[in-house]
């Protein structure tokens, strides 16, 4: 949040440096003013605490809103790569946590995520979330993309997809009980219109295969996938080529699996994959910052594990540059003068 340039000098200093102590204040994400109307903003940033998505088998991951807010003033104010001062450069407010109250009700809880974001879409407010499972990406992309979306002109939405696994999952209608789950979303997005698999990318795949053909259900929706040796084989410029030309001038959403980077980075996050490299951090860096300039209409961080996490907060930390890297893409494509 930028100082109020109405108070005096010393005063402004004082209130940025103060802002910039994670155990001070109110902690709203990266101390963006809390205001609930999407229609007072440019860029909404959401935290979504929903982890029914998982099937019992990762729940904590409703904590990671909070623990992002809780160190997210320590935040990058600025971005040297682009020159942005994403604050200054349009208005970016803390709309808060999406209200569930049937919490253990995933299928409930997924439509009252989608009615929450079909608010956001109705202003032209493109949102960068923080969940949360990876189930939160169906109901936020129910209301995003597809018709009567004004974010996408009522185009279905591309998407481009971090992650360790394809959540494509389709040979069981329910993981664990929960349908519309974090298992399920890359699928039924798809199936029910509103995304386009032929516009978009699955990278970083890499998952705990259990059977020979587990990215089947990718490739039968007609995604394109970059797994973790198809990446270390082609290298980052021919997958950013990949991506770009998949994605084209079509409306595209990020959505960022903390599992997809490697256990050393992000210790804590669900369903994490220890058994072979994932990204460094500087790597997923340079594949976000491809998109600089495409229409970004949002994107979220899935399934950060406060409860896992190592005592310094590293995986938050991480949590926080990955939203940071979202919200400056979209000010500098859409916002900046």
Same mark, same amino acid.
Request: aromatic share 8%; with cysteine.
């Given at each position: 949040?930028?100082?109020?340039? %109405?108070?005096?000098?010393?005063?402004?200093?004082?209130?940025?440096?103060?802002?910039?102590?994670?155990?001070?204040?109110?902690?709203?994400?990266?101390?963006?003013?809390?205001?609930?109307?999407?229609?007072?903003?440019?860029?909404? #940033?959401?935290?979504?605490?929903?982890?029914?998505?998982?099937?019992? %088998?990762?729940?904590?991951?409703? #904590?990671?809103?909070?623990?992002?807010?809780?160190?997210?003033?320590?935040?990058?104010?600025?971005?040297?790569?682009?020159?942005?001062?994403?604050?200054?450069?349009?208005?970016?407010?803390?709309?808060?946590?999406?209200?569930?109250?049937?919490?253990?009700?995933?299928?409930?809880?997924?439509?009252?995520?989608?009615?929450?974001?079909?608010?956001?879409?109705?202003?032209?407010?493109?949102?960068?979330?923080?969940?949360?499972?990876?189930?939160? %990406?169906?109901?936020? #992309?129910?209301?995003?993309?597809?018709?009567?979306?004004?974010?996408?002109?009522?185009?279905?939405?591309?998407?481009?997809?971090?992650?360790?696994? %394809?959540?494509?999952?389709?040979?069981?209608?329910?993981?664990?009980?929960?349908?519309?789950?974090?298992?399920?979303?890359?699928?039924?997005?798809?199936?029910?219109?509103?995304?386009?698999?032929?516009?978009?990318?699955?990278?970083?795949?890499?998952?705990?295969?259990?059977? #020979?053909?587990?990215?089947?259900?990718?490739?039968?929706?007609?995604?394109?996938?970059?797994?973790?040796?198809?990446?270390?084989?082609?290298?980052?410029?021919?997958?950013?080529?990949?991506?770009?030309?998949?994605?084209?001038?079509?409306?595209?959403?990020?959505?960022?699996?903390?599992?997809?980077?490697?256990?050393?980075?992000?210790?804590?996050?669900?369903?994490?994959?220890?058994?072979c490299n994932g990204f460094m951090v500087d790597q997923a860096m340079q594949l976000l910052r491809a998109l600089r300039g495409f229409n970004i209409i949002g994107g979220d961080?899935?399934?950060?594990?406060?409860?896992?996490?190592?005592p310094n907060k590293i995986t938050s930390m991480v949590t926080m540059s990955v939203m940071f890297e979202m919200l400056s893409l979209i000010a500098d494509s859409h916002f900046?003068?």
């Amino acid at each position: 949040m930028a100082p109020d340039d %109405t108070a005096p000098q010393p005063a402004r200093d004082h209130k940025a440096f103060m802002d910039a102590l994670y155990w001070w204040g109110i902690p709203t994400l990266f101390r963006a003013p809390h205001d609930p109307d999407p229609a007072a903003c440019d860029i909404a #940033l959401v935290g979504v605490p929903h982890s029914t998505g998982n099937g019992t %088998t990762e729940r904590d991951q409703h #904590l990671g809103p909070r623990a992002v807010r809780d160190v997210s003033a320590n935040g990058r104010r600025v971005h040297m790569h682009f020159g942005l001062d994403p604050w200054n450069a349009c208005r970016i407010n803390d709309l808060g946590d999406v209200p569930l109250p049937e919490a253990n009700n995933n299928e409930r809880s997924i439509e009252r995520i989608t009615e929450f974001y079909r608010a956001i879409d109705a202003a032209g407010t493109r949102p960068v979330s923080v969940g949360g499972d990876h189930s939160i %990406t169906g109901g936020i #992309l129910q209301a995003l993309g597809g018709a009567g979306s004004r974010l996408t002109g009522g185009r279905k939405a591309a998407i481009l997809h971090f992650d360790a696994h %394809t959540d494509a999952f389709s040979n069981m209608k329910h993981f664990l009980g929960a349908e519309k789950s974090a298992a399920h979303w890359a699928s039924y997005l798809v199936r029910d219109g509103h995304v386009d698999a032929h516009r978009s990318v699955q990278i970083g795949i890499r998952g705990n295969a259990r059977t #020979l053909d587990w990215l089947q259900p990718s490739y039968d929706l007609g995604y394109e996938v970059i797994t973790m040796d198809r990446y270390k084989e082609i290298g980052a410029d021919s997958a950013i080529d990949i991506m770009q030309q998949r994605i084209g001038d079509h409306p595209v959403y990020i959505t960022f699996d903390l599992d997809c980077l490697d256990p050393t980075v992000a210790p804590g996050c669900a369903n994490i994959e220890a058994g072979c490299n994932g990204f460094m951090v500087d790597q997923a860096m340079q594949l976000l910052r491809a998109l600089r300039g495409f229409n970004i209409i949002g994107g979220d961080v899935a399934c950060l594990m406060p409860t896992k996490d190592s005592p310094n907060k590293i995986t938050s930390m991480v949590t926080m540059s990955v939203m940071f890297e979202m919200l400056s893409l979209i000010a500098d494509s859409h916002f900046r003068d």
